[in-house]
Nanobody
Framework: VQLQASGGGLVQAGGSLRLVCAAS????????MSWFRQAPAKERDFVAA????????DYADSVKGRFAISRDNAKNTVYLQMNSLKPEDTGVYYC??????????????WGQGTQVTVSS
């Protein structure tokens, strides 16, 4: 599976961005999809995940109520709508895919990342 993330950019605190991750798999609907982020000099952290049918989601506590993950299996695409952005949301955002249950992200498929910068 090849993953291509896009949609990052520079935004002021309180603003919104929508990230998009396009997948090149014919069996996209069999993958749980997720977003992770990595701030400078920090480890990569989990942000959100969405299971195969899209009915189940999970979020890091730090983004609950502000971010929403969704997917369109017909378009092989997963989205991350980010609202009420804070400077601490700054980082490189990566999408990941795994078809195991539970997902094992460390050995799954990863995209190249897209930079999100939130100014105060």
């Amino acid at each position: 599976v090849q993953l291509q993330a896009s949609g990052g950019g520079l935004v002021q605190a309180g603003g919104s961005l929508r990230l998009v991750c396009a997948a090149s798999s014919r069996t996209f609907s069999s993958y749980t999809m997720s977003w992770f982020r990595q701030a400078p000099a920090k480890e990569r952290d989990f942000v959100a995940a969405i299971w195969r049918s899209g009915t189940s989601t999970d979020y890091a506590d730090s983004v609950k109520g502000r971010f929403a993950i969704s997917r369109d299996n017909a378009k092989n695409t997963v989205y991350l709508q980010m609202n009420s952005l804070k400077p601490e949301d700054t980082g490189v955002y990566y999408c990941a895919a795994d078809d195991r249950e539970p997902p094992n992200w460390s050995s799954g498929y990863w995209g190249q990342g897209t930079q999100v910068t939130v100014s105060s």
